[in-house]
């Protein structure tokens, strides 16, 4: 009984001293890119970007309903500083199921969760982080289930790799690493047969939930968009409109990217040169003197005990990050990356436990809190390099921006631009009701060319360009802002 509330003590401040850092430093505005679009969707239950996130905007939809306070964007950021702790929490607990002593376990936690790129990524909406959290807290029940054989523990781990599919599928990419961890232990046929059927309740109801929220946004034309004529399948409301057949494997494969082409080709050695070129500066930035070394090292300690357990840490850690880092239109590969610096903040934990058993009676003791506090430093020379972090809590930039649109443009006008400067835009109109009736198109300025002349005798028509749009055949164009992206107007 007492080990057992040791352990809980141990996972509570695992937790909760990452949660204050990384809540302090959450952005409170709005954001560009991927981050606007989810700051949307979320609060609009609409349909986010590939690969559809069915559980994630269920997630941010209660979660920015239910918290009263600060902006819709800034409590969608949260959610991600809440899941990184928890990723946090599930690195402590694993350690200390692989009895790693109680200090180390903690501050090998804490160098996970201040690792620059993962700290700078639990400071904005991201869906990477609650798949991240919820794939390792069935990794942590998936080592129970080795450790100590509880069917409860089995079942819990297929279960919460359920969920995790239905936040984001690629959790798969962790998720294969804990399939090779279960396999440690025999698996008892009725138990697990049982929890994978429910397993597979779990993700086929999560992913039906995108044909039907998009059937039911284009019946009730919630989309503005459906207005100018265009077919349904546009970004925020109803992106790639899944209740087609085409457009629901478009959305949930991403095949539009071929995925599948970078998956087969993981285990080349041009794959995994990449990955290492990508990663291994990163990760000596962030495990210095040698740590980020110290990491396989005690993986390779713990595949003594437990081949398949050390095993399946590394290829949790290791093939997300290798996707992230090979896939050609990955624009932030860091993102595939937390389970690999989880698994190396466990390694490194693995590597300070077997050290510590190199000693005996009072000297172990201080043994243990030495390595300790150097895990505890790796966390502060982390801390001391986080100054861009403050300083980019409170940008305004996203915001202004759709300020300087609405200054620019009448209240009842069509703005074309592309995804990076539509999201913040979608989430003025969406979310904060301060766009007017203004139609958000998220394309290219030539994408729809065809429509232009229609669309500028109904409305005024502006266009979002970072290069001067193509002429508008028939039409005069009127520079409204000449910055960098321009804001132009087609006359009719």
Same mark, same amino acid.
């Given at each position: 009984?007492?080990?057992?509330?040791?352990?809980?003590?141990?996972?509570?401040?695992?937790?909760?001293? *990452?949660?204050?850092?990384?809540?302090?430093?959450?952005?409170?505005?709005?954001?560009?890119?991927?981050?606007?679009?989810?700051?949307?969707?979320?609060?609009?239950?609409?349909?986010?970007?590939?690969?559809?996130?069915?559980?994630?905007?269920?997630?941010?939809?209660?979660?920015?309903?239910?918290?009263?306070?600060?902006?819709?964007?800034?409590?969608?950021?949260?959610?991600?500083?809440?899941?990184?702790?928890?990723?946090?929490?599930?690195?402590?607990?694993?350690?200390?199921?692989?009895? +790693?002593?109680?200090?180390?376990?903690?501050?090998?936690?804490?160098?996970?969760?201040?690792?620059?790129?993962?700290?700078?990524?639990?400071?904005?909406?991201?869906?990477?982080?609650?798949?991240? =959290? $919820?794939?390792?807290?069935?990794?942590?029940?998936?080592?129970?289930? +080795? @450790?100590?054989?509880?069917?409860?523990?089995?079942?819990?781990?297929?279960?919460?790799?359920?969920?995790?599919?239905?936040?984001?599928?690629?959790?798969?990419?962790?998720?294969?690493?804990?399939?090779?961890?279960?396999?440690?232990?025999?698996?008892?046929?009725?138990?697990?047969?049982?929890?994978?059927?429910?397993?597979?309740?779990?993700?086929?109801?999560?992913?039906?939930?995108? *044909?039907?929220?998009?059937? @039911?946004?284009?019946?009730?034309? $919630?989309?503005?968009?459906? &207005?100018?004529?265009?077919?349904?399948? !546009?970004?925020?409301?109803?992106?790639?409109? *899944?209740?087609?057949?085409?457009?629901?494997?478009?959305?949930?494969?991403?095949?539009?990217?071929?995925?599948?082409?970078?998956?087969?080709?993981?285990?080349?050695?041009? &794959?995994?040169?990449?990955?290492?070129?990508?990663?291994?500066?990163?990760?000596?930035?962030?495990?210095?003197?040698?740590?980020? $070394?110290?990491?396989?090292?005690?993986?390779?300690?713990?595949?003594?005990? @437990?081949?398949?357990?050390?095993?399946?840490? =590394?290829?949790?850690? =290791?093939?997300?990050?290798?996707?992230?880092?090979?896939?050609?239109?990955?624009?932030?590969?860091?993102?595939?990356?937390?389970?690999?610096?989880?698994?190396?903040?466990?390694? $490194?934990?693995?590597?300070?436990?077997?050290?510590?058993?190199?000693?005996?009676?009072?000297?172990?003791?201080?043994?243990?809190?030495?390595?300790?506090?150097?895990?505890?430093?790796?966390?502060?020379?982390?801390?001391?390099?986080?100054?861009?972090?403050?300083?980019?809590?409170?940008?305004?930039?996203?915001?202004? #921006?759709?300020?300087?649109?609405?200054?620019?443009?009448? &209240?009842?006008?069509? +703005?074309?631009? *592309?995804?990076?400067?539509?999201?913040?835009?979608?989430?003025?109109?969406?979310?904060?009701?301060?766009?007017?009736?203004?139609?958000?198109?998220?394309?290219?300025?030539?994408?729809?060319?065809?429509?232009?002349?229609? #669309?500028?005798?109904?409305?005024?028509?502006?266009?979002?360009?970072?290069?001067?749009?193509?002429?508008?055949?028939?039409? @005069?164009? !009127?520079?409204?802002? =000449?910055?960098?992206?321009?804001?132009?107007?087609?006359?009719?």
């Amino acid at each position: 009984m007492f080990l057992r509330f040791r352990t809980r003590i141990a996972v509570a401040i695992a937790f909760a001293v *990452p949660l204050v850092g990384l809540l302090a430093t959450v952005r409170t505005s709005v954001g560009f890119w991927d981050t606007g679009d989810l700051q949307t969707v979320a609060w609009i239950a609409g349909i986010p970007y590939p690969t559809g996130f069915p559980l994630y905007v269920v997630a941010g939809w209660l979660w920015t309903h239910v918290i009263p306070f600060a902006a819709v964007a800034a409590r969608l950021n949260a959610l991600s500083a809440v899941a990184i702790a928890g990723g946090a929490a599930a690195v402590c607990a694993i350690a200390l199921l692989c009895d +790693v002593p109680a200090m180390i376990a903690v501050a090998a936690a804490w160098t996970f969760a201040f690792s620059a790129p993962v700290w700078l990524r639990a400071s904005y909406a991201d869906v990477h982080p609650l798949g991240f =959290a $919820l794939a390792f807290a069935a990794i942590v029940c998936a080592v129970r289930w +080795v @450790q100590r054989g509880g069917r409860r523990d089995l079942v819990a781990a297929i279960v919460i790799a359920a969920v995790a599919i239905g936040v984001d599928n690629t959790s798969v990419l962790i998720l294969a690493g804990g399939a090779i961890i279960a396999l440690q232990r025999r698996l008892p046929l009725r138990t697990f047969a049982t929890a994978a059927a429910a397993g597979l309740v779990i993700v086929v109801a999560a992913y039906a939930l995108l *044909p039907l929220r998009s059937a @039911q946004v284009t019946a009730a034309r $919630l989309d503005p968009t459906l &207005s100018l004529g265009l077919p349904p399948g !546009r970004p925020f409301w109803d992106d790639h409109h *899944p209740s087609s057949r085409k457009g629901f494997l478009a959305l949930v494969g991403g095949t539009a990217f071929a995925p599948g082409t970078t998956l087969r080709r993981l285990g080349s050695r041009k &794959s995994l040169a990449t990955g290492a070129a990508h990663y291994a500066p990163l990760l000596n930035a962030d495990f210095p003197l040698g740590l980020a $070394l110290a990491a396989p090292l005690g993986l390779a300690l713990w595949a003594r005990r @437990q081949p398949l357990v050390a095993l399946g840490l =590394a290829v949790a850690g =290791a093939v997300p990050a290798l996707f992230g880092a090979t896939y050609p239109v990955e624009a932030d590969p860091e993102r595939y990356a937390f389970a690999l610096y989880a698994v190396c903040a466990i390694g $490194l934990a693995f590597a300070a436990s077997a050290a510590v058993g190199l000693f005996r009676d009072r000297s172990r003791v201080f043994a243990e809190a030495a390595l300790a506090l150097v895990l505890v430093a790796v966390t502060g020379n982390d801390i001391a390099r986080s100054g861009e972090l403050w300083a980019e809590r409170d940008d305004p930039s996203a915001a202004v #921006w759709g300020e300087e649109v609405a200054e620019l443009t009448r &209240s009842d006008a069509i +703005v074309v631009a *592309p995804w990076l400067y539509a999201t913040p835009l979608a989430y003025r109109a969406y979310v904060e009701h301060a766009f007017g009736s203004r139609i958000v198109v998220c394309a290219w300025s030539d994408d729809y060319i065809a429509s232009y002349a229609r #669309w500028s005798r109904m409305r005024q028509l502006v266009i979002v360009a970072e290069e001067p749009p193509p002429p508008v055949w028939g039409h @005069q164009m !009127r520079v409204l802002s =000449a910055g960098f992206p321009g804001v132009y107007e087609v006359l009719p």
